[in-house]
Antibody, heavy 126, light 108 residues
Framework: EVQVLESGGGLVQPGGSLRLSCAASGFTYGFTFSHYAMSWVRQAPGKGLEWVSAISGSATDIDYADSVKGRFTISRDNSKSTLYLQMNSLRAEDTAVYYC???????????????WGKGTTVTVSS | EIVLTQSPGTLSLSPGERATLSCRASQSVSRTYLTWYQQKPGQAPRLLIYGASSRATGTPDRFSGSGSGTDFTLTISRLEPEDFAVYYC??????????FGGGTKVEI
């Protein structure tokens, strides 16, 4: 059973930076981390889900929500089965629980998110 | 950007009752790319329905999804105590951004 585990959240001042990581494990039947697209989805306190960014299995396709474009960078290291989110120029409105989600297939626009982590909390405050 | 509007915002029902949740898209969404997630307090979302009507592994058969084009529905035939949660619809088939509906809270 595939599992994903986020880390790297914390308290950061406005304008600061933070890097989130998401370690994936449990791949079977010859499938590896590189066979799956990955996404970051966040949830502000008391609010709904907001898609943040996604990356295809081979990292050839990447997309961002307009709210984070130019400030956040998604990347992956397939040799380490790890997904990253580099967050720069953080704002109070970036405060949220950040979830890492595995996609059922190699591209995020053709397959659904089927495995979610428990999330890591990012708080942007002075 | 495709906007998903869920209604009602809150559904107050009793165990054993039927729940009907609506998800309306601002433009047509292929059934293939419409999913439903369930989220309980303090937990991550859990995949419930994919392809508009296919139950994910572990989803009880009291949950069913239907719809096409711009109107989709999640139905819970007989509510169990563990079904009280927030439900989100989600689309991903068009160009980015991927979007979620605002959620429907099913409460007792």
């Amino acid at each position: 059973e595939v599992q994903v585990l986020e880390s790297g959240g914390g308290l950061v001042q406005p304008g600061g930076s933070l890097r989130l990581s998401c370690a994936a494990s449990g791949f079977t039947y010859g499938f590896t981390f590189s066979h799956y697209a990955m996404s970051w989805v966040r949830q502000a306190p008391g609010k709904g889900l907001e898609w943040v960014s996604a990356i295809s299995g081979s990292a050839t396709d990447i997309d961002y929500a307009d709210s984070v474009k130019g400030r956040f960078t998604i990347s992956r290291d397939n040799s380490k089965s790890t997904l990253y989110l580099q967050m720069n120029s953080l704002r109070a409105e970036d405060t949220a629980v950040y979830y890492c989600a595995k996609t059922f297939g190699i591209h995020y626009q053709y397959y659904y998110m089927d495995v979610w982590g428990k999330g890591t909390t990012v708080t942007v405050s002075s | 950007e495709i906007v998903l509007t869920q209604s009602p915002g809150t559904l107050s029902l009793s165990p054993g009752e039927r729940a009907t949740l609506s998800c309306r898209a601002s433009q047509s969404v292929s059934r293939t790319y419409l999913t439903w997630y369930q989220q309980k307090p303090g937990q991550a979302p859990r995949l419930l329905i994919y392809g508009a009507s296919s139950r994910a592994t572990g989803t009880p058969d009291r949950f069913s999804g239907s719809g096409s084009g711009t109107d989709f529905t999640l139905t819970i035939s007989r509510l169990e105590p563990e079904d009280f949660a927030v439900y989100y619809c989600h689309q991903y088939g068009n160009s980015a951004p991927l979007t979620f509906g605002g959620g429907t809270k099913v409460e007792i």
